[in-house]
């Protein structure tokens, strides 16, 4: 004898957060923040929620053009590393071990996915570079299993201004060949010294990307972030010193 497997909408429960959960947009009203609410807590309401451990399945951010609270959930996408169908969680982390049961694309296009014995309805990235003519190739564009990957959007992903990288600290580029989608410019990870700590996705500058053309991008393209000047129109000029080469900054005359 089969048994139903329970059908939790994290879409609505997103909805309904974002009309009466007032402690939540106290914390981003008029801000830029993003605020990740504690998935424990809204456990204690919905107990279904603890499959997902302590992963970040809402997260709160205010729209400041209608004034009010949105609350993110996860999506199904494609990575842009591995070309490979994904579920990214709001904070931009990867949810691993999922089952895919079912999705459907187009205008409040969502996908349900299965943890443990319950399954949760969550969002979906379309591919809006697909024209009528080519969806209509894909058969089954609402269906079962796992999504086409051609029908599904790219991942988010942070992408870092050199501006809030610290300044004075020997940096070392490790990784290098991604393109951002919001600036005309490549992207790089650096690794800081000091800390070991790896910045990933930092948008690169004209200054940056010559020393890693002539460096590259394996641990041999070291430098750092001697200023960062205010221009009139907002933006900040971020200067950089080569430090692969001989420092002259002490000879004395």
């Known amino acids: 004898m089969s048994t139903e497997v329970k059908t939790v909408n994290l879409q609505q429960i997103a909805s309904q957060l974002e009309q009466s959960a007032k402690t939540v947009e106290a914390k981003v009203k008029g801000t830029e923040e993003r605020y990740n609410i504690p998935t424990s807590a809204i456990a204690k309401k919905v107990p279904e929620l ?25 999506k199904v996408c494609k990575s842009y590393d591995t070309e490979k169908v994904i579920t990214q969680l709001p904070d931009l982390e990867e ?58 959007g790219y991942e988010k ?8 990288i610290p300044e004075n600290e020997e940096l070392i580029v490790v990784a290098n060949g991604k393109k951002s989608c919001k600036h005309e410019t490549s992207m790089c990870d650096v690794k800081i010294s000091s800390t070991g700590e790896i910045v990933k996705n930092v948008l690169c500058n004209t200054q940056l990307e010559r020393l890693i053309v002539q460096y590259g991008s394996e641990g041999g393209c070291k430098f750092k972030i001697t200023k960062k000047t205010k221009l009139k129109d907002g933006k900040t000029k971020v200067s950089i010193l080569d430090l692969n080469g001989v420092d002259f900054s002490d000879l004395e005359l």
């Open 50 to 74: 603890k499959n997902f451990g302590k992963s970040t399945i809402f997260q709160a951010r205010w729209d400041k053009e209608n004034e009010c609270m949105r609350v993110d959930v996860p």
């Open 95 to 152: 949810l691993s071990e999922v089952e895919y049961i079912k999705y459907v694309t187009g205008l409040g296009g969502y996908a349900v996915i299965k943890i443990e014995n319950t399954n949760f309805q969550i969002g979906l990235t379309a591919n809006l570079d697909l024209d009528d003519d080519e969806l209509e190739k894909f058969e089954g564009i609402d269906g079962t299993g796992e999504p086409p990957i051609e029908v599904l």
């Open 157 to 164: 992903r942070p992408e870092i201004h050199l501006k809030t």
